[in-house]
């Protein structure tokens, strides 16, 4: 059978303490910090002359991110919560191909890399459906505020970074804080039901302001270096202790 589009999320926030539309102000409005993200680096970059048709596509698939997750954190219906997982899985798997296509072209075998994303991306959307919750032991999917979805991305994340590490990348400092910043979003994501007590408006709203910072490095990074010339041997290097 399929869900009712229309029943409750099956996502739960600690700001959220009733189903009224405005329940929670700062979840959503702060998803909405992403759209202002995407629409100011649009401008720098296009003044930049930096704007490529992939670039393009990130930026929207990061707007679209935060149009979803306002939708979910206002609506809170299951049909939202699909509206806000396939932007965020969309984006995962793009920039990873996209990413290893630009920074690691000596490491990018694309069966490969398109199988790895697709099972990721699969992964992903599984858990965040709660079909694979079910079957993952309570004590590790509550105690994270259902952040096990995001594992495959976290792994997806670390994997495209050690070959962009391989190929000594110009754009390795970038990527890496947006890596690093992930993982910290991870835990603002994580602790918010378990800070409900301590914290009334939980931790969810840092997460979307961290994300942010994150977007901002991965695009950047992405759009700053050209793809390397037909012919080339390698990406550009640079320097490494130990190199």
Request: glycine share 6%; net charge neutral; with cysteine.
């Amino acid at each position: 059978m399929f869900p009712d589009l229309n029943a409750p999320s099956t996502s739960y926030y600690c700001e959220r303490t009733s189903p009224d539309f405005w329940a929670e102000p700062l979840n959503a409005t702060s998803s909405l910090l992403v759209v202002l993200v995407a629409v100011v680096e649009f401008i720098l970059l296009w003044r930049r002359g930096l704007l490529s048709p992939s670039v393009i596509v990130l930026m929207v698939l990061a707007a679209s991110i935060g149009v979803g997750s306002f939708l979910l954190h206002t609506y809170a219906t299951v049909w939202a919560e699909i509206v806000d997982v396939v932007p965020i899985w969309s984006f995962v798997v793009v920039y990873g191909l996209l990413a290893l296509r630009r920074f690691a072209p000596d490491s990018f075998n694309l069966p490969f890399a398109s199988l790895f994303s697709l099972c990721v991306m699969g992964t992903g959307i599984a858990l965040a459906s709660g079909d694979l919750l079910r079957a993952t032991p309570l004590a590790i999917t509550a105690g994270f505020s259902g952040s096990a979805q995001y594992f495959p991305a976290s792994l997806m994340s670390v994997s495209v970074f050690w070959f962009i590490w391989k190929a000594r990348h110009p754009s390795l400092l970038k990527l890496g804080l947006g890596v690093g910043l992930f993982g910290l979003a991870l835990v603002f994501r994580s602790v918010d039901m378990r800070l409900c007590e301590t914290i009334p408006t939980g931790t969810h709203f840092m997460w979307h302001i961290t994300n942010c910072v994150v977007f901002w490095y991965l695009i950047e990074a992405y759009a700053s270096h050209k793809l390397p010339p037909v012919g080339s041997a390698s990406a550009p290097r640079v320097a490494m202790p130990g190199a």
